[in-house]
């Protein structure tokens, strides 16, 4: 990731907390990423791919915009683990259009990003 991309992450980040608890920006984006999945599912459903397209991609630059904070404002064990786990979110999100059936692709990414946001709601919580 280039320095502006950290930079806009960071400034983003820093920007949200002020008005809202760390975690709960984390959740806040967490759930703008999977309303983008249902709607990448839906639009690849109706083969509308150049929405799908645009879906993806915005979830792509909020899990890296995440994983750009994990690393290098969060860090630790837990913010490497955190950055490691959305790279792979990263990943599953950016092959979802290869092969057949996109949509059930997408649906399975969509299922996994919301057992980690489930989780992430019940994980305590350091203030």
């Known amino acids: 990731m280039n320095h502006s991309a950290f930079q806009r992450a960071s400034s983003a980040y820093g920007s949200a907390k002020q008005t809202l608890p ?3 920006v984390v959740e806040a984006l967490q759930d703008r990423a999977l309303q983008l999945c249902m709607s990448a599912e839906r ?3 109706d083969g509308q791919f ?3 397209h645009a879906d993806i991609v915005h979830a792509i630059k909020i899990y890296t915009g995440l994983q750009v904070v994990m690393t290098n404002t969060v860090g630790g064990a837990a913010g490497k683990a955190l950055s490691q786990l959305y790279a792979a979110f990263i990943l599953a999100l950016g092959r979802a259009a290869g092969g057949r059936d996109v ?3 997408v649906r399975r990414i969509q299922e996994r990003l919301a057992l980690h946001r489930r989780l992430w709601a019940k994980a305590p919580k350091a203030e």
């Open 50 to 52: 150049d929405r799908f």
């Open 103 to 105: 949509p059930s692709r």
């Open 22 to 24: 760390p975690h709960k």
């Open 43 to 45: 639009h690849a459903r």
